[in-house]
């Protein structure tokens, strides 16, 4: 994992970000003067994990803290510090990107297996980039098959394959398809 002092992104490889040089204070979460440690924390997955599911997001900032689960009110209070960004909404959420949103990107394998995210985690832009970097894979006689082995997707359950089967259509075309 990465701590707070680094500053790795490296396209190749996505890696959860680390709070370890952050002082986090489960006490003081809701308190107007610990705004600018949820921001830091906030500015760190951004910068490091993006683009990343606004409900992962959440969920990392609140386990920090060790809270038990997401409700309204430790949503709404991150959300409300998080900074101006470019949002995409898909199906499986919104995708918070820390510049403009693209139409393909290169596939950010995990680092560790700590690092494995699942399917809906990934944003559909990342997933074209697999895609269009594996196209050998398309002729292979179950391309989805093959993909989720590049995800380590180890159970391919029809909602799984059905999000695979999507980015292939978006991802398979060549140029003169559109």
Known sequence: MLDASESVNSPQYYQRVSFDGITIEPECFYDAEYSPVLRQMIDLMLSTEAPLLEDSLIKQIANAHNFGR??????????????????????????????????SIPYRSHYSDEDQRS????????????????????????????????????????????????????????????
């Open 70 to 103: 997401v409700g309204a009110r430790i949503k709404e209070r991150i959300l409300k510090l998080l900074p101006e960004v470019t949002v995409s909404d898909e199906a499986q959420g919104r995708f918070l990107w820390k510049d403009s949103v693209k139409d």
């Open 119 to 178: 399917l809906d985690e990934i944003c559909g832009a990342e997933l074209k980039g697999l895609i269009e970097s594996n196209r050998l894979l398309l002729d292979e006689s179950d391309p989805c098959q093959e993909f989720a082995k590049l995800l380590r997707i180890n159970r391919l359950t029809a909602n799984l394959r059905t999000r695979i089967e999507e980015a292939i259509v978006v991802g398979g075309q060549t140029e003169g398809d559109s």
